[in-house]
């Protein structure tokens, strides 16, 4: 039916959804955002540079492969249109 909603019953007149529109004090969520920040767990240092590695020689072979193709349709497209 076209008039149905989410809700299964009515709401009273002004009553709204207050835990989607919660607001919360700036002290409070920088409180949360600390705790969360507790619980991030850091690369050690080979780790870290096992990391920058893989990031490095992944973005090297992209940067080739992007520089190969660019480079391959600017010969075919001048042979072309010459």
Not at 1 to 25: N, V, W
Request: net charge positive; glycine share 4%.
């Amino acid at each position: 039916m076209a008039t149905d909603t989410r809700d299964a019953a009515p709401r009273p007149r002004g009553a709204t959804r207050t835990a989607a529109r919660r607001r919360y004090r700036p002290v409070q969520f920088i409180r949360e955002v600390m705790a969360e920040l507790r619980k991030v767990v850091y690369p050690g240092r080979s780790e870290l540079v096992t990391y920058v590695a893989v990031v490095l020689v992944f973005v090297t072979v992209v940067t080739a492969f992007v520089a190969s193709l660019d480079f391959g349709l600017t010969k075919a497209i001048l042979a072309i249109f010459g």
